[in-house]
């Protein structure tokens, strides 16, 4: 039988939440992209990513084809 610990329980954090004021408004879609995109085709070059997307991409065009 495992021994029981003595004390208080921890408890956990509430979860982040957070409140959406007046003065903040959410970014637009195309900031993101440009956020998101050079770390993208970086790790593309990085890893090879092209040659396994076209593999990808002919085996998908390969079965609308049948």
């Known amino acids: 039988m495992a ?8 408890r ?3 979860a982040f ?3 959406r004021s007046s003065e903040q ?3 637009h879609p195309a900031v993101a992209l440009a956020m998101a ?5 970086l790790l593309v070059i990085l890893f090879g990513g092209w040659e396994q997307m076209a593999n ?3 085996a998908v065009a390969d079965l609308f084809g049948r």
């Open 3 to 10: 021994p029981q610990l003595m004390g208080t329980p921890r």
């Open 56 to 58: 990808q991409a002919e």
């Open 17 to 19: 939440v957070q409140t």
């Open 37 to 41: 995109l050079p770390c993208a085709v």
């Open 25 to 27: 408004q959410t970014r």
């Open 12 to 14: 956990r954090r509430p």
